[in-house]
């Protein structure tokens, strides 16, 4: 096919989009299914309308192939599981009594049974349900959620293509069951797996599917000669089936690098690629790799990860050079639109200005539309949308909001002295044991406290003006006082105020530093039923007035112990906002460091001891190939050093990071040089542990002994045998004791009895330790 041919067939694609509804109805729906205020058929229905109305939507902005089976409970890569019956036996009984039940057991656990282990997809805020698997696991086709999806969208007369997790990635992102060693390797179940992707792909073409997209972006990291000849192996295999539909291999997050001639070669359809600036390095890579010849090309050319709008000039030139690289090219987002919000539309708080600089799920739909249209028509069919766009970028480029001559001084002047604190951890250890007086085996929480219903509604009330802002403090005090008095009375050591008057760790912050802005409704899923509304970092950042220290010295009022100081670190504000484009991301880091700084220094100065710096982001944000991570993990730690590195030599910094795969930022762990760290580890066993105690990690470890992502109470035996394991690698007078993260989406009823048990075994070991 020519290049002419090529363009004029472009059409417009999505590979996924986002599954909550304009109001969150799903999340209502599953919640409410929960608690047993809504049915299952009721939930069903719920999602199926949610499912219709995202196809209707696509097809009315003339999306002409809409992706089904991305729709998803909890996560499609638990769906993943399920479709293939890799079901733990744990939750065997359950699955088999009841599917959504036992679904639901996988995602969340219950009294009886352990979750999932949960961790982060990619270097994305989302978060998967790990597959376990095994020698003896025993994969077996179900694609009834993938065929009832595709009917679906059939019925309406659209054109479909069904959505799954590649088997390669698939089986790289699982780990070994916990009762299987810890040495197996999941992918030698290949083969194993091959034959149900293989029945499944019949099962999608028998009920009409004329083409399957197969995910696999575990392709785009760093891979061994092994893991790409699985890859040559797989495709060979699903290619060389004749009861199958056409074959999409879709990649995203980065550059498809070696992995790239490895699917150029085999035998599928079609491939579709990244090229927005992350992948750049695609564009190149194919032209040397001679293109797609007979080959569908599906371009990634609209940021499917942020929430600025495209250059559709810049996007319609990458797209001229795609043309003659493959038979067809389509246009799309680099990714599934999952990870932004649904719509600007409902904004009514953002300058209808800025708001033209923005784009959620609908607006990126429709601009992948224009540069199809524009790809097949010619762009003097589209000379007004290049017109407007042309107008918009400008009027970002040249806004004042986006550059502040004050702050980007201050940030330049910044010196080596400024990243480092005034002594060595050795000797503030020894100030800070001398002042803070604490005993072996420290407890504290992470920092939130369950958000109660009358909580919620007071933060309602105020938004609404049915109460004044003196009535909304009266209730934060109370809300502060009550979390005080439960930790004093259960024994915690080292206290936190609970955040009551917080609504987010970022967006909380967000809102009172200068250069941000907040949306109302631009939810994004993080896990199962938690959304969040990432702000927007849109210029330069500085704090007008301090953000924290009226509410963490009322609480230190109310007690004479410890009170902890509670802020976002800087790298996490970055990655869980929608960041800026148009400048270096270690530039926007240090900016928001330095309004923290400010911010640490006030604490301090009022009084606070102890101030936690949390950096759940840090290794998520860790680019996915191996050569980027230093340029990173130099600007991040020297961020976080930058926030808190004034501090007096007893005044203790800590942090806390959840839900990652720690073992190659070990090092960078200790170049933030924070006195105490929390981390996640019960779901994971105290792995992190005893990756820190391998690496000789020489300052304070929380490794978590209660998961607050389940609603089950762990008993005091079970955080006892997870604490002596962390007290095998970690000795005691460098181990706390304290949960996994935050209990902001917890009940009170599993908080008050897990803090308890948390305590009572703290307590048992502490009276077992010499001395």
């Given amino acids: 096919m020519t290049a002419k041919s090529a363009?004029?067939?472009?059409?417009?694609?999505?590979?996924?989009?986002?599954?909550?509804?304009p109001n969150r109805e799903l999340k209502k729906a599953i919640e409410g299914y929960w608690k047993g205020r809504v049915t299952a058929d009721s939930l069903k229905e719920t999602a199926t309308e949610l499912r219709l109305a995202k196809?209707?939507?696509?097809?009315?902005?003339?999306?002409?192939?809409?992706?089904?089976?991305?729709?998803?409970?909890?996560?499609?890569?638990?769906?993943?599981?399920?479709?293939?019956?890799?079901?733990?036996?744990?939750?065997?009984a359950a699955v088999e009594a009841d599917t959504l039940d036992g679904y639901f057991a996988m995602a969340r656990g219950t009294q009886e049974v352990a979750p999932l282990e949960m961790t982060k997809w990619f270097d994305t805020n989302y978060h998967y349900l790990v597959p376990e698997l095994g020698p003896d696991t025993v994969f077996t086709a179900d694609s009834t959620k993938q065929v009832a999806e595709l009917t679906e969208a059939l019925d309406l007369g659209l054109t479909p293509r069904p959505v799954l997790v590649g088997p390669v990635t698939y089986l790289l992102l699982a780990k070994p069951a916990p009762e299987v060693d810890a040495d197996f390797d999941p992918l030698t179940l290949l083969d194993r797996l091959l034959p149900v992707y293989a029945e499944v792909l019949a099962?999608?073409?028998?009920?009409?599917?004329?083409?399957?997209?197969?995910?696999?972006?575990?392709?785009?990291?760093?891979?061994?000669?092994?893991?790409?000849?699985?890859?040559?192996?797989?495709?060979?295999?699903?290619?060389?089936?004749?009861?199958?539909?056409?074959?999409?291999?879709?990649s995203y997050f980065d550059r498809l690098g070696e992995?790239?001639?490895?699917?150029?070669?085999?035998?599928?359809?079609?491939?579709?690629?990244?090229?927005?600036?992350?992948?750049?390095?695609?564009?190149?890579?194919?032209?040397?790799?001679?293109?797609?010849p007979g080959k569908r090309l599906v371009a990634g050319v609209v940021n499917g990860r942020n929430i600025w709008i495209n250059d559709l000039e810049k996007s319609l030139s990458t797209l001229g050079t795609l043309l003659g690289l493959a038979d067809r090219v389509d246009v799309a987002p680099s990714c599934s639109l999952l990870h932004v919000p649904l719509d600007t539309a409902p904004e009514r708080d953002i300058d209808p200005q800025i708001l033209r600089w923005l784009a959620f799920a609908r607006q990126k739909s429709r601009e992948v539309v224009t540069l199809a249209k524009g790809l097949a028509q010619g762009t003097d069919t589209i000379s007004a949308e290049l017109s407007a766009n042309r107008a918009d970028l400008a009027s970002r480029s040249g806004s004042a909001i986006t550059h502040d001559p004050r702050v980007r001084e201050r940030a330049a002047a910044v010196t080596e002295a400024d990243t480092h604190r005034s002594q060595p951890y050795p000797e503030r250890t020894a100030a800070q044991r001398a002042h803070l007086g604490l005993p072996l085996l420290p407890t504290t929480t992470i920092g939130s406290f369950p958000q109660t219903t009358e909580l919620r509604t007071a933060r309602a009330d105020l938004r609404a003006g049915r109460i004044d802002g003196e009535g909304y403090e009266r209730r934060i005090e109370a809300e502060i006082r009550d979390n005080l008095s439960f930790q004093e009375k259960v024994g915690i050591d080292v206290l936190v105020h609970g955040e009551p008057e917080r609504n987010d760790m970022v967006q909380y912050f967000a809102e009172q530093l200068s250069g941000y802005l907040a949306t109302q409704h631009g939810w994004v899923q993080s896990y199962g039923t938690r959304y969040v509304r990432p702000p927007i970092l849109a210029g330069d950042i500085s704090r007008p007035e301090p953000m924290t220290v009226r509410w963490t010295s009322y609480a230190q009022s109310l007690t004479?112990?410890?009170?902890?100081?509670?802020?976002?670190?800087?790298?996490?504000?970055?990655?869980?906002?929608?960041?800026?484009?148009?400048?270096?991301?270690?530039?926007?880091?240090?900016?928001?460091a330095l309004a923290l700084r400010d911010?640490?220094?006030?604490?301090?100065?009022?009084?606070?001891?102890?101030i936690q710096v949390d950096e759940p982001a840090l290794r998520e944000t860790l680019p996915l190939r191996a050569a980027d991570h230093a340029e990173y993990l130099a600007w991040a730690t020297e961020a976080f050093r930058l926030s808190t590195s004034g501090v007096r030599p007893d005044t203790q910094i800590h942090t806390h990071m959840c839900y990652a795969e720690f073992g190659d930022?070990?090092?960078?762990?200790?170049?933030?040089?924070?006195?105490?760290?929390?981390?996640?580890a019960a779901r994971s066993h105290m792995q992190v542990a005893d990756e820190l105690a391998s690496a000789g990690y020489p300052k304070e470890v929380g490794p978590g002994v209660y998961d607050i992502h389940s609603p089950r109470?762990?008993?005091?035996?079970?955080?006892?045998?997870?604490?002596?394991?962390?007290?095998r690698a970690i000795p005691a007078e460098r181990l706390w004791v304290n949960p996994d993260c935050g209990l902001k989406t917890r009940g009170w009823t599993e908080t008050r009895a897990s803090l308890e048990n948390l305590v009572t075994a703290a307590r048992q070991l502490r009276d077992e330790l010499p001395g």
């Fill in 259 to 292: 992995a790239l001639p490895v699917l150029a070669k085999s035998p599928v359809e079609g491939l579709a690629l990244d090229f927005t600036e992350r992948a750049a390095g695609n564009l190149d890579d194919l032209a040397a790799a001679g293109g797609l």
């Fill in 560 to 592: 004479d112990r410890p009170v902890k100081g509670m802020l976002t670190g800087p790298v996490t504000m970055l990655a869980w906002s929608f960041v800026r484009d148009d400048q270096p991301l270690g530039d926007t880091a240090r900016q928001v």
């Fill in 55 to 92: 196809l209707r939507q696509l097809a009315e902005a003339g999306v002409h192939e809409v992706p089904t089976g991305d729709f998803s409970y909890y996560d499609h890569v638990l769906d993943t599981s399920v479709m293939v019956g890799a079901v733990p036996s744990r939750h065997r």
């Fill in 203 to 250: 099962d999608l073409r028998a009920a009409g599917a004329q083409w399957v997209q197969l995910d696999e972006p575990a392709l785009v990291q760093d891979r061994t000669s092994a893991e790409l000849n699985a890859a040559t192996r797989a495709y060979r295999e699903l290619g060389g089936l004749t009861d199958r539909p056409q074959l999409l291999v879709a």
């Fill in 599 to 610: 911010e640490v220094a006030d604490l301090e100065s009022a009084g606070t001891s102890v």
């Fill in 665 to 680: 930022i070990l090092r960078a762990i200790d170049d933030l040089d924070a006195d105490v760290i929390s981390l996640e």
């Fill in 7 to 21: 363009a004029a067939a472009a059409r417009a694609t999505v590979y996924g989009y986002p599954r909550q509804g």
């Fill in 713 to 727: 109470v762990p008993g005091s035996d079970e955080v006892t045998t997870l604490l002596r394991k962390g007290l």
